[in-house]
């Protein structure tokens, strides 16, 4: 795992969601009820960018056909069988950190 820094500008300061490129990864990071949570972009459903989406009671709402998924696991409602990934994220003393999983690629040089 390789944490990398979050540029604030990055950081919806009010509930909200903002579309990110970090580390060449796009991410959603999105304050829901005064929480931060960084999510994958595309959604599983049929590839809509969740950054359009929405929020609602913990769960991202996905713009195109209204699939829910849970903020703090990525697990999808129930019959949809499907997830969104959740990344960590973690709060230091020089701003917020993504925690990215390395490519096997990059693992290995
Ligand atoms: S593309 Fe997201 S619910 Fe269909």
Known sequence: MKWVKIENSSIPQTDGIRKARIDS???CIIRHDDKLYATSVRCPHA?????GGWCEKGRLICPYH?????????????GQGDY?????LEQRPEG???GLEESWLTRLF
């Open 66 to 78: 209204r699939h829910a998924f849970d903020l703090e696991s990525g697990k999808g409602d129930e």
């Open 47 to 51: 590839g809509a960018d969740l950054s």
């Open 25 to 27: 990864k796009n991410v």
């Open 96 to 98: 917020w950190f993504i």
């Open 84 to 88: 969104i990934h959740v990344y960590p």
